[in-house]
């Protein structure tokens, strides 16, 4: 099976500051990474994505950084608030096995206001 | 609707007893995916369909488990013989274009088993 991890299982931020949660995955043949935000009681919700061909990508308030060298992917949250508290989940596909998305165990955000 | 719906929000069972929960995908998405969330944990794949062709069967864990979908639309994930550590929030979810990792998910069936 895949593994697809996260460094850190829980992050705490002042209201404000930015935030920085990282991914790492294993199969190096993975070529498309997404994020999502689970908020609790609810279902996952997209971030945003990322394909192979890129090392980073930038949404709304929101940027994501793969390195392939080091199989790592990143997800920086600008101004971090409050309604960002939520726990986040890297996946990861690998186009040529199938539409399976394998997702990580996911890092928990709390925002301090 | 407007979302993904899923169906029964919450169920108890007893150990042994088979359930069925339902979703409801998005009108027009031709792709749909059940995943398990134990308690803490991450998204398990389970199975994708997408349109006409043959499921992806290959993250159900065991033969326990299975799952059809009826003329593209409604889905149900049926679990025969329930044991306790089928407890977990079933998750489906929904997406308009193959291999897009966009998907769109209901808010779960949480299933306790006893």
């Known amino acids: 099976g895949e593994s697809v991890g996260l460094h850190l299982p829980t992050l705490s931020v002042q209201e404000g500051d930015n935030s920085i949660i990282n991914c790492a995955y294993s199969?190096?043949?993975?070529?498309?990474f997404i994020w999502y935000k689970q908020e609790s009681g609810k279902g996952p919700q997209f971030i945003i994505d990322?394909?192979?061909?890129?090392d980073k990508r930038q949404g709304q308030r929101v940027t994501v950084l793969l390195n392939k060298t080091v199989k790592h992917l990143s997800l920086q949250i600008a101004a971090t608030q409050p309604g960002d508290s939520a726990v986040y989940f890297c996946?990861?596909?690998?186009?040529?096995?199938?539409?399976?998305?394998?997702f990580g165990t996911g890092t928990s955000l709390t925002v301090i206001p | 609707g407007a979302g993904v719906s899923q169906s029964p929000s919450n169920k108890v069972t007893e150990k042994g007893k088979d359930v069925e929960l339902r979703c409801d995908p998005i009108?027009?998405?031709?792709?749909l995916y059940w995943y398990r969330q134990s308690l803490g944990q991450g998204l398990e794949f389970l199975i994708y369909?997408?349109?006409?062709?043959?499921?992806?069967k290959s993250g159900l864990p065991s033969d326990r488990f299975s799952a059809e979908r009826t003329g593209g639309s409604v889905s149900t994930l049926t679990i025969q013989r329930t044991q306790q550590e089928d407890s977990a929030v079933y998750l489906c979810?929904?997406?308009?274009?193959?291999?897009?990792?966009?998907?769109?998910f209901g808010e779960g069936s949480r299933l306790t088993v006893l």
């Open positions: 979810a929904s997406s308009s274009l193959p291999g897009s990792g966009e998907l769109f």
């Open positions: 199969n190096s043949a993975s070529d498309y």
């Open positions: 990322i394909r192979s061909n890129m």
């Open positions: 996946a990861e596909n690998e186009a040529t096995a199938g539409n399976q998305f394998y």
């Open positions: 009108s027009g998405h031709t792709a």
């Open positions: 369909f997408q349109g006409n062709s043959a499921p992806d």
